[in-house]
Structures are given as C-alpha cells and as structure tokens.
C-alpha cells in the first residue's frame, strides 16, 4: 500500500498523459496532492509470471484544487464514463518559465473516476478564496510506474 500525507510539496498529479508530452508541463496545471492511497498485487507462480485474474485496484487521492476549471475537469471525467490518464509525480521541481525541470519517479494511471467529493476549508488563500479539497476515486486500469532508467506497466483491466 503506498500512503503520502504531508503539507510539503511531494506529489503533484496532471490530470493527463505525461509521457504524450513530457517537457511541458505547467506548474499551473499541477495540482497538490495532500493524501494518496492504493493497494495493488499480482499472483505470481514459481517462476515469477502472473496468472489468474486480479482483484480490481482503487486508487484515491485528494487534491488541493488551484482553480473550478480544474474541479470541472474531475466531474466531466466521472459522468463521461471513459477512462483517462493521471499523471503522478513525486517530488517535483521547476525551472524557467514555471515548467516542469525534472521529477524522482511517477507513474501513469490510466482508469475510470468513480468517486468525487468535494471539501471546503476556512482558509484563504493569497487571492482571498476558501481553499477547496477534491477527494477522488479511481478504478484503474493500468498503471506505468516511471523509473529513472526504465518504465514498468502492469495492466489491470483489458
């Protein structure tokens, strides 16, 4: 099970595909993730190849959300019924013109939102608006975890 809590920035989740377009990634559509949870297992046999079916994998995460054109997004994806690709990026850092200068590891989860729930703060940010919190579910249907030699997919739902 992999869990991050923390008020310092760790992860950041775009909600698309990184890989499509790697160097540009805007700090803008960044968005702060505050809590990450999923759990995930393949049956292996003895020699390490998976087999049967496995059992669905949830992943849940919430947000801190920059802007409602953001919260909007997260609605559209959970009434259209398709699925959709989230990019996870951990410990992030930026360069020139607020992009994306490189990351530690991440990984793509591709999958259906199934759950969204909203959280409101008192406190304001700088621009004087309550803080929203976006509690999100997703079913997923394949994950690639991005190393820094390698990416590894495992695929959950054909």
């Given at each position: 099970?992999?869990?991050?809590?923390?008020?310092e920035?760790?992860?950041?989740?775009?909600?698309?595909?990184?890989?499509?377009?790697?160097?540009?990634?805007?700090?803008?559509?960044?968005?702060?993730?505050?809590?990450?949870?999923?759990?995930?297992?393949?049956?292996?046999?003895?020699?390490g190849?998976?087999?049967?079916?496995?059992?669905?994998?949830?992943?849940?995460?919430?947000?801190?959300?920059?802007?409602?054109?953001?919260?909007?997004?997260?609605?559209?994806?959970?009434?259209?019924?398709?699925?959709?690709?989230?990019s996870?990026?951990?410990?992030?850092?930026?360069?020139?013109?607020?992009?994306?200068?490189?990351?530690?590891?991440g990984?793509?989860v591709?999958?259906?939102?199934?759950?969204?729930?909203?959280?409101?703060?008192t406190?304001?940010?700088?621009?004087?608006?309550k803080?929203?919190?976006?509690?999100?579910?997703?079913?997923?249907?394949?994950?690639i975890?991005l190393?820094?030699?390698?990416?590894f997919?495992?695929t959950?739902?054909?």
């Open positions: 099970m992999a869990t991050l809590l923390s008020n920035l760790k992860a950041v989740v775009v909600p698309d595909n990184f890989l499509d377009n790697p160097i540009n990634v805007l700090k803008e559509n960044c968005l702060t993730v505050q809590h990450f949870d999923y759990e995930c297992e393949h049956k292996r046999n003895d020699s190849e998976v087999y049967g079916a496995t059992k669905p994998v949830i992943l849940e995460f919430s947000i801190r959300v920059n802007s409602p054109r953001h919260a909007r997004m997260f609605y559209r994806r959970l009434i259209s019924n398709e699925h959709s690709c989230f996870f990026l951990f410990n992030i850092t930026y360069g020139a013109n607020e992009r994306m200068s490189g990351y530690d590891d990984m793509v591709d999958g259906y939102v199934v759950h969204v729930e909203e959280t409101y703060t406190k304001v940010d700088d621009n004087g608006d803080q929203m919190m976006l509690n999100v579910t997703l079913q997923v249907r394949s994950v975890y190393g820094r030699e390698n990416n997919k495992s959950f739902i054909e």
